[in-house]
């Protein structure tokens, strides 16, 4: 079954709690953690994830959208991150590959993430340590944004080496995922989708969740 990871950037960050309460049905909660340096946007850090971590069961899914994210990411699994993904973009490879192990050294999952512009192949040198694998549908920065259908080859060729190493490892897709793009991600291989102004600008948001689950 897929699982759904609705964004709390399209939260009312007024009353977050309440917002991460409304999307209990859901199986991950996705934060968008931004820098204002590796993306043109900043938004929530190592506080806040602390302070929702108690105000929901979930696991919290954190994705990393920082410069050099080794250097917090073990702060990121201590206030509360349950998953900690990592853009292969932000760093080196050989600090990528200690940010995982940091990741691991805490228990946590931890997995890699590919911009738009980022080729497939640049998840090879990681992925036999990857829990996850995200890939971008849009430009990682700013919520709202359209649908790359461009990017479902990419989604299925990482689908494929997951697949022929017969790894335990979730693949993931973030950016414009709605009903109408729902099927093309997982006919492409994702098993987790995130979605954010899909999900919390439903009507009814439980209703939602589980339409994009499918």
């Not at 990017?151 to 993931?172: H, N």
Request: glycine share 8%; charged share 25%; proline share 6%.
């Amino acid at each position: 079954m897929v699982k759904i990871a609705p964004s709390i950037l399209s939260a009312d960050f007024a009353n977050l709690a309440r917002d991460v309460g409304r999307i209990a049905s859901a199986d991950y909660v996705h934060v968008d953690v931004m820098d204002g340096l590796f993306v043109p946007n900043i938004t929530i850090g190592i506080p806040v994830v602390k302070a929702i971590r108690p105000t929901t069961a979930l696991p919290l899914d954190v994705h990393l959208m920082i410069d050099r994210p080794v250097r917090y990411v073990e702060r990121f699994c201590d206030a509360g991150a349950d998953l900690v993904t990592c853009h292969v973009e932000a760093d080196t490879e050989e600090n990528t590959r200690a940010a995982l192990a940091k990741i691991h050294a805490r228990g946590k999952k931890a997995g890699v993430v590919l911009k738009p512009k980022t080729p497939a192949e640049a998840v090879l040198p990681f992925l036999d340590d990857c829990d996850i694998v995200l890939v971008m549908t849009v430009e990682p920065g700013f919520g709202g944004q359209s649908f790359m259908a461009d990017m479902l080859p990419k989604v299925a060729q990482i689908r494929a080496w997951i697949d022929e190493r017969g790894l335990d490892c979730e693949l993931e897709v973030d950016g414009g995922v709605a009903p109408d793009t729902r099927d093309a991600c997982v006919n492409a291989g994702a098993d987790v989708l995130v979605a954010g102004s899909a999900v919390y600008g439903a009507a009814d948001v439980c209703a939602r969740i589980q339409e994009l689950r499918g």
